[in-house]
T-cell receptor, first 118, second 117 residues
């Protein structure tokens, strides 16, 4: 079974409008983290936002917010006031496991290509 | 400026040759990672290293090898045993975020696009 599912291969949004990118996840761990990354056509991965499984409030970072619904295992990214520079591939990722000690690998979804229209 | 460098950005090799991709970071991060990305897909973990002289296989380690002799450096060798080496390779390092429940935020390099013919 897929651990991270992004069901929208492509999305279009009008400039200055808000857009929601969907992400559902599957884990049996109680402690986990959810990340969103942006990948422009240049290829680099840019960290956007993080949500911990024990965080009670939805994470926000500027125009980005994460709609975290733990019972539904969803972690949707909301981008407000879209800009042309937001056009990119967006990846949802999950880190499983406890908080102590060493590195934890990320499991990535297949991504959503967002295009912002002028 | 602190960051992760990967060189070169584009690399071309003939089939049957080993090739080593460079990854250097000056962020003082303990953990480093190598991912592979194929067109239209997400990232898959090849290898990761928690500390110097230690590394673990990821999901798709076959045909790859790594070393971690220095904290700053985590080179990846794509061997001739890797059946489909043409891909985009991303290196990352991570640090534990303060004030959160143990999140390890990963910072990525610009990537190396390897083409094997």
């Amino acid at each position: 079974a897929q651990k991270i599912t992004q069901t929208q291969p492509g999305m279009f949004v009008q400039e200055k409008e808000a857009v929601t990118l969907d992400c559902t996840y599957d884990t049996s761990d109680q402690s986990y983290g959810l990340f969103w990354y942006k990948q422009p056509s240049s290829g680099e991965m840019i960290f956007l936002i993080y949500q911990g499984s024990y965080d009670e409030q939805n994470a926000t970072e500027g125009r980005y917010s994460l709609n975290f619904q733990k019972a539904r295992k969803s972690a949707n990214l909301v981008i407000s006031a879209s800009q042309l520079g937001d056009s990119a591939m967006y990846f949802c990722a999950m880190r499983e496991g406890g908080s102590s000690g060493s590195a934890r690998q990320l499991t990535f979804g297949s991504g959503t290509q967002l295009t912002v229209l002028p | 400026d602190g960051g992760i460098t990967q060189s070169p950005k584009y690399l071309f090799r003939k089939e049957g040759q080993n090739v080593t991709l460079s990854c250097e970071q000056n962020l003082n991060h303990d953990a480093m990672y190598w991912y592979r990305q194929d067109p239209g897909q997400g990232l898959r973990l090849i290898y990761y290293s928690q500390i110097v002289n230690d590394f673990q296989k990821g999901d798709i380690a076959e045909g790859y090898s790594v070393s971690r002799e220095k904290k700053e450096s985590f080179p990846l060798t794509v061997t001739s045993a890797q059946k489909n080496p043409t891909a985009f390779y991303l290196c990352a390092s991570s640090i534990r975020r303060t004030g959160t429940s143990g999140a390890y935020e990963q910072y990525f390099g610009p990537g190396t696009r390897l083409t094997v013919t």
